[in-house]
């Protein structure tokens, strides 16, 4: 499961944080140097932010923190809290459109409503003209 990342403040962003393969490069990344860089994608519209700041990692994350990154993992091995110095929005222009199966669905379904009531109207002709 990804992490969600959620808005602790004007300027500082945070998730929880699970061992998953173990490696913890992250983590392990974050104690060795807080400085960090970040790039979040939203496929569907193409946008992409970057975010420079400085990370903290918090191993026994307080009960507080935790209910401000609305932790509802059976499991939490973490935080990770980012006081975000800089952003800047990035060039769309490789950026591959990915949607869900529900911004699918969403989008499909006039057109599924459409061949139904095609399909309707040509079974009341057939019938009629029978």
Request: proline share 7%; hydrophobic share 40%.
């Amino acid at each position: 499961m990804n992490p969600v990342v959620k808005i602790l403040g004007p300027t500082r962003i945070g998730w929880t944080e699970r061992s998953g393969n173990r490696q913890y490069l992250g983590t392990g990344n974050i104690v060795a140097g807080s400085k960090v860089a970040a790039i979040f994608v939203d496929y569907p519209t193409r946008t992409r932010l970057k975010i420079r700041g400085t990370a903290t990692y918090h191993p026994d994350p307080s009960p507080e923190l935790i209910e401000a990154l609305e932790a509802d993992n059976l499991r939490v091995d973490g935080a990770i809290a980012i006081d975000v110095a800089a952003t800047a929005w990035n060039c769309p222009k490789y950026i591959t459109p990915r949607y869900t199966t529900a911004q699918i669905d969403a989008g499909v379904q006039p057109l599924r409503d459409r061949i139904a009531d095609l399909e309707a109207r040509l079974d009341a002709l057939r019938t009629a003209t029978g």
